[in-house]
């Protein structure tokens, strides 16, 4: 299971840095988010499904928003691509959810 990461590298140090932050975070929500739509800039404007079938947000100390989700970019897996947050193939995020549930643990390692 690949998965795309934060567009700069090193652990996220504030607000916009887009960098994915390392640690141990435990899973604060699980939330359906096929409606949900975002505008990456790129002159298409607000796409819906931006972030796949499911967002899993992360509880991460002095951020909001961090997560790990599906995509309407799956050629984005495997490079650095978001603002900060995991994406996934959108049946990789499906299929993860039947081994998580809120309150678990998850460890972010360093990209090497």
Partial sequence: ????IGLNAG???RTGDK?????????????DSRHWTHDF???????????GPWFIRLRVPGFSGIGIHG????????????????RLLNKDVVRLLRYIKVGDKVTIEADK
């Fill in 1 to 4: 299971m690949g998965c795309g």
């Fill in 11 to 13: 652990n996220k140090v």
């Fill in 19 to 31: 960098r994915t932050p390392e640690g141990t975070f435990r899973i604060s929500r699980i939330q």
């Fill in 41 to 51: 800039k790129d002159g298409h404007g607000q796409r819906k499904g931006a972030y």
């Fill in 71 to 86: 995509t309407c970019f799956p050629n984005s897996i495997g490079t650095r691509c978001s603002d900060g947050c995991i």
